[in-house]
């Protein structure tokens, strides 16, 4: 399992993980708020260029992003083409099949849900590759979300990779036996693919119960007081990139509610 | 006061039909090193979660008698308290972990306790040391060795600076690089700190030289309890129970019965061989 994290002492890196936290979330909001194609590609250019910055800067290699990317174009074409057929506003400038059309409005939102995606994606780029998982779950705990949610957060990242490699340990086992996974019918794929489960369960339920003893017997106790190990604290950069990030929410709203722009159909998000 | 106090315990887990522990007694004293020894399946990690309350409180079954951990008794006590007094080691060292980092990882026991933050950092580096994984902090435990990830968890549990340190077969699926490195740093804790330690493991030779008393268990019961030479010297009686002595005393053994050289001591450490075998060969 690659690492998203890139070590680095970028202007991202040093900003507090929960100020990364609240500027991407605020920042996604906005995202959700523009939708005009123009406004659209002026907020993925400005927060585009910094990835960018940050893959040479950092020398991220493509490897680590693929996936990433790989998963944005499926979503993004996905979300465009549903946008630009079912839109449902417009006039009628193609039709499609019947009941179905292509309109004068559902291209620029097509569009504009298109980029609108694609800068989500850029604004969490940012984030997972300046913040340590460990850093991400102190910044959560920091703005004051209960522990045991951090902690199940935590647990879940934590198991990942043992998961992944269990399940590949599983597979080269299993295909040493002589399991052909890519051969026959769907169905018996799908039988074959219970051979790598029911054992891949059993040997999680094992490790699970493993980890409740562990934590058990690590004094953990729910909802007990406890302190909190190098606590991530503010700086004034942060103040300032907290203040810059609620400023740029705030006008977006303020242009779009209150002078109507950046948005071709007022009612809808 | 022996610091635990196990008095006529019988376990048995849920749906099992015969008990997995049979009228256990033994007593640890503080500051002991105790090594407990057995073939499989004869209820050592079942003694292991005992003391520290796993068992009874989060593995269902019948369970009779009392474990009396440092005056507590662990019917009535959460583990979560008594995690104060008995830090724990497991077998699997993939799935005891928590957290993302080595040193959160260290940390996350310290938390539980609410400790300043002052005490926590001086503790967590007190604890890498002694483990020697101080530059391994940032690393995420799963991208370590065997050896290096129980060693984490012995500094995670040494850290809590509790009395007793229970290590359940911490090198079962270790190479033998990573069996060093752990043995290296209980043979270090033996040494350098005054902390109880119950070890649970097969590994004869490790042990031979600083184990203050040996106890043996076979099909849920203690057969034997004795310094490691007194136990190891029987080598019939434990070839018999599925336990190798470590293999310089079998080697003596099988020497002495082939040739008849009525050697009055069996040795248990390589060092003692070799003088027992110049010994010999001078006498020939």
């Given at each position: 399992?690659?690492?998203?994290?890139c070590p680095?002492?970028?202007?991202?890196h040093?900003?507090?993980?929960?100020?990364k936290?609240?500027?991407t979330?605020?920042?996604?909001?906005?995202a959700?708020?523009?939708?005009?194609p123009?406004?659209n590609?002026?907020?993925l250019l400005a927060?585009?260029?910094p990835?960018?910055?940050l893959k040479?800067?950092?020398?991220?290699?493509?490897a680590?992003?693929k996936?990433f990317l790989?998963t944005?174009?499926?979503?993004?074409?996905?979300?465009?083409v549903?946008?630009?057929?079912?839109?449902?506003?417009?006039?009628?400038?193609?039709?499609?099949?019947d009941?179905?059309?292509?309109?004068?409005l559902s291209i620029?939102?097509?569009?504009?849900?298109?980029?609108?995606?694609?800068?989500?994606l850029?604004?969490?780029i940012?984030l997972?590759?300046t913040?340590?998982?460990?850093?991400?779950?102190?910044?959560i705990?920091k703005?004051?979300?209960?522990?045991?949610i951090?902690?199940?957060?935590?647990?879940?990242?934590?198991?990942?990779?043992?998961?992944?490699?269990?399940?590949?340990t599983i597979v080269?086992?299993?295909?040493?036996?002589?399991?052909?996974?890519e051969?026959?019918?769907?169905?018996?794929?799908v039988r074959?693919?219970?051979?790598?489960?029911?054992?891949?369960?059993?040997?999680?339920?094992?490790?699970?119960?493993?980890?409740?003893?562990?934590?058990?017997?690590?004094?953990?106790?729910?909802?007990?007081?406890r302190?909190?190990?190098?606590?991530?604290?503010?700086?004034?950069?942060?103040?300032?990139?907290i203040?810059?990030?609620?400023?740029?929410f705030i006008?977006?709203?303020?242009?779009r509610?209150?002078?109507?722009?950046?948005?071709?159909?007022?009612?809808?998000? | 006061?022996?610091?635990i106090?196990?008095?006529?315990?019988?376990?048995?887990?849920?749906?099992?039909?015969?008990w997995?522990?049979?009228?256990i007694?033994?007593?640890?004293?503080?500051g002991?090193?105790?090594?407990?020894?057995?073939?499989?399946?004869?209820g050592k990690?079942?003694l292991?979660?005992?003391?520290?309350?796993?068992?009874?409180?989060?593995?269902?079954?019948?369970?009779?008698?009392n474990v009396?951990?440092?005056?507590?008794?662990?019917?009535?006590?959460k583990?979560?308290?008594l995690?104060?007094?008995?830090?724990?080691?497991?077998?699997?060292?993939?799935?005891?972990?928590?957290?993302?980092?080595?040193?959160?990882?260290?940390?996350?026991?310290?938390?539980?306790?609410n400790?300043?933050n002052?005490e926590?950092?001086e503790?967590?580096?007190w604890?890498?040391?002694?483990?020697?994984?101080k530059?391994?902090?940032?690393?995420?435990?799963?991208?370590?060795?065997?050896?290096q990830?129980?060693?984490v968890?012995?500094?995670?549990?040494?850290?809590?600076?509790?009395?007793?340190?229970?290590?359940?077969?911490p090198t079962a699926?270790?190479?033998?690089i990573g069996?060093?490195?752990?043995?290296s740093?209980?043979?270090e804790?033996?040494?350098k700190?005054s902390i109880t330690?119950?070890?649970f493991?097969?590994?004869?030779?490790?042990v031979?030289?600083?184990?203050?008393?040996?106890v043996?268990?076979?099909?849920?019961?203690?057969?034997?309890?004795?310094?490691p030479?007194?136990?190891?010297?029987?080598?019939?009686?434990?070839m018999?129970?599925?336990?190798?002595?470590?293999?310089?005393?079998?080697?003596f053994?099988l020497?002495?019965?082939?040739?008849?050289c009525?050697?009055?001591?069996?040795?248990?450490?390589?060092?003692?061989?070799v003088?027992?075998?110049l010994k010999?060969?001078r006498?020939?």
């Amino acid at each position: 399992m690659s690492e998203l994290y890139c070590p680095g002492n970028t202007f991202f890196h040093k900003l507090s993980p929960q100020t990364k936290i609240i500027f991407t979330f605020l920042m996604s909001i906005t995202a959700l708020f523009i939708q005009m194609p123009l406004w659209n590609l002026v907020f993925l250019l400005a927060v585009g260029i910094p990835v960018i910055w940050l893959k040479f800067k950092l020398k991220v290699t493509s490897a680590v992003l693929k996936p990433f990317l790989r998963t944005a174009v499926v979503v993004t074409c996905a979300i465009a083409v549903s946008w630009l057929l079912f839109s449902g506003v417009g006039k009628p400038i193609y039709k499609v099949y019947d009941g179905i059309y292509i309109t004068d409005l559902s291209i620029p939102l097509a569009i504009a849900m298109a980029l609108r995606l694609l800068s989500l994606l850029a604004i969490t780029i940012i984030l997972v590759v300046t913040t340590r998982e460990v850093d991400i779950i102190a910044g959560i705990r920091k703005l004051r979300i209960p522990y045991f949610i951090c902690l199940i957060f935590a647990l879940a990242l934590r198991f990942i990779p043992t998961l992944y490699d269990d399940y590949h340990t599983i597979v080269e086992a299993q295909m040493s036996r002589g399991l052909e996974l890519e051969k026959g019918s769907l169905l018996e794929r799908v039988r074959k693919l219970i051979i790598i489960l029911v054992p891949w369960l059993i040997t999680s339920f094992k490790r699970v119960t493993i980890l409740a003893n562990a934590l058990d017997s690590r004094g953990f106790i729910p909802l007990q007081p406890r302190s909190f190990y190098k606590e991530p604290r503010y700086s004034k950069t942060d103040y300032v990139m907290i203040f810059l990030s609620f400023a740029v929410f705030i006008l977006v709203l303020i242009l779009r509610y209150y002078f109507g722009y950046l948005a071709i159909i007022p009612w809808r998000l | 006061m022996p610091i635990i106090e196990i008095k006529n315990l019988w376990f048995k887990y849920r749906g099992s039909p015969k008990w997995t522990l049979k009228n256990i007694n033994l007593d640890i004293e503080e500051g002991e090193f105790i090594v407990i020894m057995g073939p499989a399946e004869s209820g050592k990690s079942t003694l292991g979660l005992c003391l520290n309350g796993l068992i009874p409180h989060s593995i269902p079954g019948t369970f009779k008698g009392n474990v009396i951990v440092d005056g507590l008794n662990t019917r009535t006590e959460k583990v979560g308290r008594l995690a104060r007094i008995v830090g724990m080691v497991f077998q699997d060292p993939e799935s005891q972990f928590c957290m993302m980092s080595v040193e959160s990882e260290v940390a996350f026991g310290l938390e539980n306790l609410n400790l300043p933050n002052d005490e926590m950092i001086e503790r967590v580096e007190w604890a890498l040391d002694v483990v020697d994984m101080k530059e391994y902090r940032d690393k995420p435990p799963h991208r370590l060795s065997g050896g290096q990830k129980q060693r984490v968890a012995i500094a995670a549990a040494l850290a809590m600076k509790t009395k007793v340190l229970v290590l359940d077969d911490p090198t079962a699926s270790l190479d033998p690089i990573g069996k060093y490195e752990v043995f290296s740093v209980v043979k270090e804790l033996r040494e350098k700190y005054s902390i109880t330690i119950i070890l649970f493991t097969q590994e004869a030779e490790m042990v031979a030289e600083f184990a203050d008393r040996i106890v043996l268990m076979n099909a849920g019961e203690i057969v034997r309890i004795g310094t490691p030479r007194e136990i190891f010297s029987d080598v019939d009686f434990l070839m018999k129970l599925g336990v190798r002595p470590p293999q310089v005393t079998e080697l003596f053994h099988l020497i002495n019965k082939e040739l008849n050289c009525n050697v009055e001591q069996y040795p248990i450490t390589l060092d003692e061989a070799v003088q027992k075998t110049l010994k010999l060969l001078r006498r020939e």
